[in-house]
């Protein structure tokens, strides 16, 4: 009765183990997603020369995807070069232990 009862404990534990690994798989794939949404943006930026309607179509495809934000901002340097900024933000978040964080991927187009 005895290892019943601990390989019942051993099954439970596996079992939540596995969902909490899970809750955390999910969590990387939806940043690996962010990820290659802004690498996207950053390159789309760079192919249309920091073109303001390039820009505006980006921050509302971001919307679109569910994202927080999509921040574009177009500096000059002191060369006169024109680059731009782009901020991603996006909710990290761990449904199983209804944990979400606020994350940020910062990045350069030039």
Known sequence: MKS??????GIIIMAMTALVGTSYLIASLNSMSAQKFHSAVVSEIE?????????SECEQKAKENGYNSLTVTT???????DYA???????YS??????????QIVGYAR
């Open 75 to 81: 500096l000059e340097s002191v060369k006169g070069n």
């Open 47 to 55: 192919a249309s020369d920091f073109s303001p309607k390039v820009i």
């Open 85 to 91: 900024e782009i901020v991603l933000d996006y909710n």
């Open 94 to 103: 761990i449904p199983l232990l209804n944990q979400v964080m606020d994350h």
């Open 4 to 9: 019943a009862i601990e390989s019942m404990i």
